[in-house]
């Protein structure tokens, strides 16, 4: 049994240092600014935004650095927001953070739960909640950041602070560095992030070297046929019937082309064709996601896909080759391993050697890709968000606790923000050494 190297006084919601806890000076210095960091946590929670719509987030975090000080820029790949403290000679290391939320309506129960509807990109009414935990990176990038403003003895070179839009679409970080994010400000020496989740018990930390998270493309795939009478299908092209063998002939592609050892998956999210039980419709949309590590595999399923799709048609005698778009793509997050090591080693002595695993790589996706395969040597560490009884039980029980995206999610927000500033004051303090 793991005993928590941080015990959490919740009558008091500060941190006492145990045998191996974190230097007493930290520790006070991050129970001083929590107070404000719930503040802001509990505001941005109640407020979420949708992604490339986060203007009023990116100007609550924009206005919080100006209020330390930070050389802040706004309107960066749309919305993003893009911070420096320079402080003598030294590396450039980034920090980044997302801001956006999810269509999800909150089921939480919380006094502070989200209530915000609005019109999604396509004019429809939708619920909005910080699902994937947004809300958590952007109020302890922000107490990171009290901190090292404070203390500038400890560290030099420049702290490069990026709020980035659209993570959950997958394309803001694309949009930042098309909008100059690595020539109009600093080209980060070494870049880190921190994704929270419930596969941890708050106070952990995780890492994976190397390929950590997926690639991830989303396909639309449309297939045409020759509509009709239900009751006379000789006289049609059922794209129905074509999407039906091209759903199962995908399934193809990892079972049978892709070595067993290179994960990989191709998952058919949505279909849609028709309108009535008499009529035979003139086309049928799929919407797949695609993911892998290798981007030699990533590559492959992308080119079957496209092949298999244009194959089934062509059996079906379809009147027109479907249409095959990738509409979203982010690379597979490659953590490199020796960066991983250095931030680990540091993190051990902070917050103790029985809370910063080494974990197993996971299939979900983080657009914070695009900086590692921009250059940019990466880190991205999982943070423990779950109560660590009811992580307990969890394990026991076999059911597994609301994940990310789901309407159900609640951190254990308040163990889970120290260890979140502790780990990203460590790192940062530590890279910029």
Request: hydrophobic share 40%; aromatic share 6%; proline share 8%.
């Amino acid at each position: 049994m793991k005993l928590p190297v941080l015990t959490l006084l919740l009558s008091s919601s500060v941190f006492v240092c145990g045998a191996d806890a974190p230097p007493p000076d930290l520790t006070g210095q991050v129970n001083a600014v929590y107070p404000k960091v719930e503040q802001l946590y509990m505001d941005i929670h109640q407020h979420p935004e949708l992604s490339m719509h986060e203007t009023e987030t990116a100007a609550k975090l924009a206005a919080q650095l100006r209020g330390l000080g930070y050389d802040v820029t706004t309107g960066v790949g749309g919305t993003g927001v893009v911070a420096l403290l320079k402080n003598g000679a030294g590396p450039t290391v980034m920090l980044r953070t997302e801001l956006d939320a999810l269509p999800v309506e909150e089921k939480t129960g919380w006094s502070f739960a989200s209530r915000v509807h609005t019109k999604d990109d396509s004019g429809v009414d939708v619920p909005v909640m910080h699902a994937c935990g947004h809300d958590i990176h952007m109020a302890a990038l922000v107490g990171t950041a009290t901190l090292l403003a404070r203390d500038r003895q400890s560290w030099h070179g420049t702290l490069m602070l990026v709020g980035q839009p659209a993570e959950e679409r997958a394309n803001g970080a694309a949009a930042m560095l098309k909008d100059g994010l690595f020539t109009r400000f600093p080209k980060p020496d070494m870049a880190f992030a921190m994704h929270d989740g419930n596969g941890l018990p708050a106070g952990e930390v995780g890492f994976a070297p190397g390929f950590s998270l997926t690639s991830a493309d989303s396909v639309d795939i449309v297939i045409y046929g020759r509509g009709g009478h239900g009751a006379a299908p000789q006289n049609t092209v059922d794209p129905i019937v074509i999407a039906a063998r091209t759903v199962l002939a995908l399934q193809t592609i990892v079972s049978r082309e892709i070595n067993p050892q290179d994960p990989a998956i191709i998952t058919v999210g949505s279909i849609h064709g028709g309108t009535k039980h008499n009529i035979i419709p003139e086309q049928v949309k799929l919407q797949l996601t695609v993911r892998a590590y290798k981007p030699e595999v990533r590559k492959h399923l992308l080119e079957a896909i496209s092949r298999i799709a244009r194959a089934e048609s062509e059996a079906g005698n379809a009147p027109r080759p479907p249409d095959v778009k990738v509409v979203e793509s982010t690379p597979a997050q490659y953590n490199d391993p020796k960066l991983c090591e250095r931030i680990a080693a540091d993190l051990r002595q902070t917050l103790g050697t029985a809370n910063v695993v080494q974990i197993a790589p996971a299939t979900p996706s983080d657009d914070f890709a695009e900086f590692s395969a921009a250059g940019v040597p990466t880190a991205m560490f999982s943070l423990g968000a779950a109560d660590p009884e009811k992580f307990a039980e969890a394990q026991k029980s076999g059911v597994p606790l609301p994940s990310n995206h789901s309407p159900y999610f609640a951190p254990d927000y308040n163990p889970t923000l120290h260890t979140a500033i502790l780990s990203e004051t460590t790192v940062m303090m530590e890279l910029l050494r």
